[in-house]
């Protein structure tokens, strides 16, 4: 009976764990993104359902910090200058925004 309790109180915590890891998006950045894409694509309730799942489906496949990590490298990369060079020719700052971009399409072929 102990055993049983131990297994479920376990399991409850892990669900916990991997909601919340799911979860881990603040809403303003959920928004920005949803609003962006209504921008882009149209601003219907369809595009507001959609553009919604999108971002849902990012979380699910992109940590929120790797998720900043790109949104910056691709700003920065749209600035002109010495220091924007950096942004587009490293290797490191393509494969960051790399993971965006595959979460991006994974959420495109879910949602759209």
Known sequence: MILRLLVLATTLGAGAVHAQA??????NARAEY?????????Q?????DRC??????IAEVLPYDDYVQA??????????????????????MTEIV??????EAEAEILCF
């Open 98 to 103: 790399a993971g965006l971009k595959r979460a």
């Open 22 to 27: 799911v979860n881990d998006y603040p809403t």
């Open 44 to 48: 219907s309730r369809d595009m507001l």
């Open 71 to 92: 949104e910056t490298v691709l700003r920065m990369q749209q600035t002109t200058g010495e220091r924007a060079g950096m942004f587009k020719s490293m290797a490191q």
């Open 52 to 57: 919604s799942c999108a971002i849902d489906r």
């Open 34 to 42: 949803v609003f962006a894409c209504m921008a882009t694509n149209g």
